[in-house]
């Protein structure tokens, strides 16, 4: 029979090793790899463990039992990001556990980096070994809080648990499932990343619409920010003014013609730029 790894087994202690203890039932016998156990146990007694491949692939057991197992769900951190691969994720347990490069993004872009968090289950591939499965969109509609109207304009945190041109979906500390469409954020977030943003809709199922976009009146002011930094980089003059094209203003400030615009006019207003040939220049005051 196959070992059933990613599971928690009780089983006997039928032998003292010099590593530890051989335990087992009448189908399998396996190492305890825990080192605390050592001169703790006598045979025949009863231990509850946790079932996983070590390093070399062989099949133990640790009375360290971690909360995502076979069929269970919890949230855990990336640990080590390899393109060629996947990332590994710790449970905790002794053996960080592979989420495979087919249940990432197309795009390692967005692929989750080292410190994000994944809300993951226990599989096997073909060889028994255990992988990190990351949750679907359907485990999140089953554990999620409702929302209710009054989470409108309040600020939420969550991690990103599905990304895409199109949108962002998140789910938050306090268990809502939020979405953050792509005009309500300035790039697209990571699989597995921390974000923070503002509650601008609850829809009749329960569940939020975020965005990421600061107020716009914030905006202007970063926006403006921006612009003159780069003036004050450029000796005082951009080649760039509200005659622009919208690609050449976002490949060099980051943000959209229209709020180019909106701080443009903010700075000619206070008298702090002008423009002039299609370009800007930093007033100088004397």
Known sequence: MHIPVGTVQQLKVHQK???????????????????????????????KVFLYNDRNHNIVGTTNIPSIQIDTYDWAEVVEVIPQLGVFVHIGIEKDILVSIDDLPVFK????????????????????????????????????EIATED??????????????????????????????????????????????????????????NVSLLPLKHERITDDADVILTALENNGGILPYSDKSKPADIRKMFGFSKSAFKRALGRLMKERKVEQRDGKTYLIIKK
């Open 17 to 47: 090793i010099k590593t530890g203890y051989l335990i087992g039932n009448k189908y399998f016998e396996v190492p305890l790899s825990d080192q605390k156990t050592v001169n703790e146990l006598d045979i025949g007694d009863i231990v």
């Open 109 to 144: 872009e967005v692929w989750p980096k080292v410190g994000d968090k994944l809300y993951v289950t226990l599989g096997k591939d073909q060889e028994n070994r255990l992988l990190a499965i990351p949750a679907q969109e359907g485990i999140f509609m089953n554990i999620r």
């Open 151 to 208: 989470l409108l304009h309040t600020t939420v945190t969550g991690h990103v648990y599905h990304t895409s041109r199109e949108g962002t979906a998140i789910f938050s500390m306090e268990n809502y499932r939020g979405f953050i469409h792509h005009t309500e954020r300035e790039q697209e977030p990571r699989l597995g990343e921390l974000v923070t943003g503002r509650v601008i809709d609850v829809k009749d199922d329960g569940t939020i």
